[in-house]
């Protein structure tokens, strides 16, 4: 046997492994929460990427009193590993129900935002992360806080989806 037949049939092997380990179809958790004056325009979400072979998709999304929501959102996010490590950012998001709906029709095949309403409010989901293969298994937390002066966000939430498995390098010479 070639050393190039050796390598093919190793990587081979090591592809059927990483499709294996993952979970068979796409796997979703999703949390929403409604803010309180407790809370104020906070919100904390525990969710578990336990699997390394797949790859994870997590999304922000947030509820909006319709007709008063602000052109765009900024959010303080904070995320803490399974062993304590703490990664933070601050992001903007549009916001804008119109802007964002017209977006949308325009660009139908557009899927990193998302938007839903009633006649009293509206819901938008942004892609916060997509193509995560998280380095620890276990337990993460993300602390979402926004910046709203004009009181019109009502709660926030978030949705993980899994199912995506890890790709070989195409290259396997």
């Not at 525990?46 to 052109?71: H, N, W």
Request: hydrophobic share 35%; proline share 3%; with cysteine.
């Amino acid at each position: 046997m070639t050393s190039k037949s050796v390598h093919t049939r190793l990587s081979a092997i090591l592809m059927c492994a990483a499709i294996a380990a993952c979970s068979v179809g796409e796997d979703t958790q999703s949390q929403f929460q409604d803010f309180t004056k407790e809370s104020g325009q906070k919100a904390s979400f525990s969710f578990v990427m336990s699997d390394s072979a797949c790859v994870y998709t997590v999304d922000l999304m947030a509820r909006f009193i319709k007709g008063q929501g602000p052109e765009s959102v900024t959010a303080d996010i904070i995320i803490v590993s399974p062993s304590g490590i703490t990664g933070t950012e601050t992001v903007t998001l549009p916001s804008d129900y119109s802007g964002i709906s017209r977006y949308l029709r325009e660009n139908p095949s557009e899927k990193r935002i998302d938007i839903a309403g009633t006649t009293s409010y509206y819901d938008i989901r942004w892609q916060y992360r997509s193509g995560i293969i998280p380095q620890e298994s276990g337990t993460w937390t993300m602390n979402v806080s926004f910046r709203d002066s004009t009181g019109s966000i009502t709660g926030a939430g978030i949705i993980i989806t899994s199912g995506g498995q890890m790709t070989p390098n195409d290259d396997i010479d």
